[in-house]
């Protein structure tokens, strides 16, 4: 979620202990900063994120803002992110059907669910997941060569939206074009074998797997779609499986990029094989890469170092730990986290920004991106106030009348008092603050 949706609340976070490792923690405030120039942050592994100068990252000196950093210095992401503490659980069914869905489905408005492939397999699956699950009625139609289409019906209609149809809006998905699909948030909190049986159907879709012929080039394990979000989605569900895929573009023309969500390494190629396995089409070849990998050397650089000639392994670095008796190199050796290289920072624009703060671990996972908690002013200062109006983060018309110039001062930390919220009325023509009149009428 993006952060400015989060404001006023305290949601649990995933973060990053001393001895790095990936942790859970609970948020204490989240809050607007003010408008502030921006800069792009970009990784190796494809990965991008947006922050302001003075903002802090994971550096492979430590705690670094952006200004400090530099073209080539290695930050910190998480290698894996943990499972939810309870998951939710879906008919194994249903999750093979989006993983299809998502794929090569379209669920567009005004137009009928429908879904093409050339593979007699994925067309079984999601006509018998159809059925089963929903109890709608699936008709194939022909096209060119081996594909041809299904096209779903009995869901209902706008008014009334049922079955397969009904359960798409459910999940938000439902009118998203190709080049805007996402993976519905609520498949985040499935469990990792769940999350790895959508994969594995997401990848009988528009996936590859393809080992390198008579002993040239890489082996390619990727991910193809026009959309951006999708891409970032499919990433982040790989490291619930603890695999760190590197996101690329290509463009052709006047057509929209193509985003490629790679699986490169003989280690990341093999835990795919194991965790996430194929289907349909992509069975044959994960089989002819599974044999292909039996005592491959593991490559573990990314995208390459302008400063040094490899990356050491982990279990290489865990080796030199033991002999040197070095608890730092042994902790980075067993650590949840990631060394990625930064390949370009740029200026982006203005505009408002946003902080959090996360007692403990004072650290957060930003799009898998290890960030810090805020400055030391909010952890030093002996009293923090909050000042929130629902109309600097809401539109007029959503605002309820009893909410209408609403001002809060939230007295957030006090180290001699209690903490509180205090509801005041803004005179926005003198831009002056008054008791307020908790009534139906409101004075101003």
């Given amino acids: 979620m993006p952060i400015r949706e989060l404001v006023g609340t305290a949601p649990e976070v995933l973060a990053v202990s001393p001895d790095g490792k990936i942790v859970t923690a609970k948020s204490e405030k989240i809050w607007l900063v003010g408008v502030r120039p921006v800069f792009l942050l970009c990784l190796a592994s494809g990965r991008v994120i947006r922050a302001t100068e003075r903002h802090r990252f994971l550096a492979a000196r430590g705690w670094e803002t952006v200004s400090e950093l530099s073209v080539g210095d290695r930050v910190a992401i998480a290698r894996r992110l943990p499972e939810p503490a309870f998951p939710d659980s879906w008919p194994d069914l249903r ?6 869905l998502i794929g090569d489905g379209s669920y567009l408005k005004h137009q009928p669910l429908r879904y093409t492939t050339s593979s007699e397999e994925n067309s079984r699956i999601v006509a018998e997941a159809v059925r089963e699950e929903f109890g709608g009625d699936v008709k194939r139609y022909a096209g060119r060569g081996s594909w041809h289409q299904l096209l779903i019906s009995g869901n209902g209609n706008r008014s009334h939206p049922e079955k397969l149809n009904g359960w798409l809006r459910e999940l938000g998905i439902f009118g998203q074009r190709s080049y805007e699909k996402r993976v519905p948030e609520a498949v985040f909190r499935l469990s990792n074998r769940q999350i790895a049986l959508l994969l594995r159907h997401l990848w009988a879709t528009d996936g590859t797997i ?15 779609t026009n959309s951006p979000r999708l891409a ?20 052709k023309g006047n057509y929209r990029p193509n985003f490629l969500v790679g699986v490169s390494g003989a280690n990341d ?19 002819r890469l599974r044999a292909l990998l039996v005592g491959g050397r593991p490559n573990t650089n990314v995208g390459r170092s302008a400063h040094f000639k490899f990356v050491p392994s982990r279990a290489l670095l865990a080796e030199y730990a033991e002999i040197l008796r070095d608890e730092e190199l042994y902790a980075r ?4 986290l990631f060394w990625d290289r930064i390949v370009a920072i740029e200026p982006d624009s203005e505009e408002e920004v946003f902080d959090l703060t996360v007692p403990g671990p004072a650290s957060w996972l930003a799009d898998g991106i290890v960030s810090h908690n ?11 106030i909050f000042l929130y109006r629902p109309e600097r983060y809401k539109e007029q018309s959503e605002i309820p009348p009893d ?10 930390k006090q180290r001699n008092g209690p903490t509180d919220t205090v509801r005041l009325t803004f005179i926005p023509q003198y831009a002056s603050f008054e008791n307020r009149v908790e009534s139906d009428r409101q004075p101003y």
Avoid: C, M, W, Y
Wanted: glycine share 10%; charged share 20%; net charge neutral.
């Fill in 95 to 100: 999750v093979t059907l989006l993983g299809q």
């Fill in 210 to 224: 393809a080992p390198r012929g008579n002993g040239r080039g890489s082996h390619s394990v990727f991910f193809s």
């Fill in 232 to 251: 970032s989605d499919v990433a982040a569900l790989l490291l619930r499986l603890g695999i760190t895929a590197r996101i690329s573009s290509v463009k």
């Fill in 269 to 287: 190629q093999r835990r795919f094989l194991e965790a996430v396995g194929a289907a349909g089409p992509r069975a044959p070849q994960a089989e």
């Fill in 333 to 336: 050796a067993t650590s949840d």
């Fill in 374 to 384: 805020s400055g030391a002013l909010e952890q030093d200062a002996d009293l923090i």
């Fill in 403 to 412: 909410q209408q110039n609403l001002a809060e001062v939230i007295v957030g």
